[in-house]
C-alpha cells in the first residue's frame, strides 16, 4: 500500500504543479476565497500522502519540504506573465499542511 501512496504523491506534486504554473483562462479563475481554500485542500490532501507514503525522513523534514514546495511554486509563478506570487496562497498551503500533520499527531496520541 506504501507503494500506491508514493505514487499517488509523485502524481500529485506534478499536477500541483502543472495547475500551478497553467493560465487561470484554461482553469476558469476562482474567487479569492475559493482560491485559497483550494490551496488549502491541495496542500491538506498532499500532506496527507505524504505522511501515508511514510518516506523514511523526520515528519519535520517532510513539513519544511512540503511548505518549500509550496514556496516553489510561488517563485515560478513570478516568472509567469499571467500569475504572480502572492504570500496568501503560501499562508494557505502552510494551513493545509499544518491541518493534516496536526490530524496524524493527535491520530497517534489516541
Known sequence: MTNLYRLLFAGSIIGIMLLSIAPLSDLGAPSLFNDKVLHIIAFL??????????????????????ISYGLLIEIA???????????????ADLI???????????????
Open 96 to 110: 493545509g499542511v499544518t491541518i493534516a500533520f496536526g490530524f496524524f499527531r493527535i491520530k497517534k496520541a489516541i
Open 77 to 91: 509563478q513570478t516568472f509567469l506573465p499571467y500569475r504572480y506570487f502572492e504570500i496568501n496562497d503560501l499562508l
Open 45 to 66: 490532501y498532499l500532506a496527507i500522502i505524504s505522511i501515508l507514503s511514510k518516506f523514511e525522513i523526520d515528519k519535520i523534514y517532510l513539513f519544511i519540504l512540503l
